[in-house]
């Protein structure tokens, strides 16, 4: 499943889910749109997880729950904790952090 965040909600989505994949991003950043379509892949790819994309501009309490700090982060949560963040513009760091969290 793959959704946009339309309010400041993500803490709710991480409690409700066991595993979920965020990509924080914001609209005027450049390497957010290029890995935006490939996130969207993983996701189709991963259907039994689930994938949501932050305006981290937007959203700041979503944006603290990774202290996040440089766009694109992408960040995985297991249980209502975050296990792990990548600040990366190349899918291959995107597929370790999944791996990562789904091997456990």
């Known amino acids: 499943m793959l959704q946009e965040l339309e309010n400041d909600s993500l ?7 066991d595993l979920v994949m965020v990509q924080y991003s914001a609209s005027w950043c450049g390497n ?18 689930t994938f949501v994309i932050v305006d981290a501009e937007k959203f700041p309490e979503s944006r603290k729950l990774a202290n996040v700090n440089n766009l694109p982060t992408f960040a995985a949560f297991k249980g209502g904790k975050l296990v792990n963040q990548v600040q990366t513009n ?4 995107l597929i370790d952090l999944l791996n990562e969290v789904t091997s456990n």
Do not use: H, T, W, Y
Not at 90 to 93: A, P, V
């Open 11 to 17: 803490q709710e989505l991480v409690n409700s889910n």
């Open 32 to 49: 957010c749109r290029i890995m935006k379509p490939k996130f969207k892949k993983l996701a189709a790819e991963n259907e039994g997880l």
């Open 90 to 93: 190349k899918i291959d760091g």
